[in-house]
């Protein structure tokens, strides 16, 4: 691995650990989102909140973690070609990142806001194929665990197909992670008890 890979991983790394869930629910007078619903940093669980909009904010700001990253590291890195190199694994750290912020002692969101947001960056075209699978699902079962599940398994395949080697293999990994992030959250789906879209506390 190259020590410029190794830079473009670490500072999408560091992007991507910004824990903006727990900064904008603290900022806004609203305590620790860790101590409510889910326990996670991310829009679902801001939602549960009762803001719509730090909900929005949230999801928005994740998602740039991951688009930012790979821009950055892409204009940096342009002999690396656009679709290939240090892209790529900026985007993978940004997604890390958030997974595991060190700040946090490794304990971050699910990272499907950051994911959605590498996907913008690297193939905009499925990041649009993701946001209607989403929608869709969210809103025929108000699950939004099951809707970005769905949409985690659909992208690599429409990658396979839309994209590169490189991107389509890349979410895989991306994907499988989201998958294996969601595990609890897939019993309780199989369990009838997984908390619905808007559900406060």
Do not use: Q
Request: proline share 2%; no cysteine.
């Amino acid at each position: 691995m190259s020590y410029n890979v190794i830079l473009a991983l670490l500072f999408g790394y560091l992007l991507g650990s910004i824990p903006f869930g727990l900064l904008i629910t603290r900022a806004a007078g609203l305590g620790d989102v860790r101590k409510i619903g889910s326990g996670n940093i991310g829009a679902t669980n801001v939602l549960r909140t009762g803001n719509k909009g730090l909900a929005a904010a949230t999801l928005v700001l994740d998602a740039l973690k991951g688009t930012a990253a790979v821009m950055i590291a892409r204009h940096y890195g342009h002999d690396f070609g656009p679709w290939a190199g240090l892209g790529l694994w900026a985007g993978f750290g940004a997604f890390l990142g958030h997974l595991f912020p060190v700040w946090l002692g490794f304990k971050g969101g699910k990272g499907v806001a950051t994911y959605l947001g590498v996907l913008i960056a690297l193939g905009w075209h499925v990041a649009l194929i993701f946001i209607v699978v989403w929608l869709v699902m969210a809103v025929v079962f108000r699950y939004s665990s099951l809707a970005a599940l769905t949409a985690a398994v659909i992208v690599p395949i429409a990658l396979y197909f839309l994209s590169t080697p490189e991107v389509a293999g890349l979410f895989v990994v991306m994907s499988l992670i989201v998958i294996v992030k969601h595990r609890a959250n897939i019993s309780r789906l199989l369990a009838g008890t997984e908390g619905k879209i808007g559900a406060k506390g």
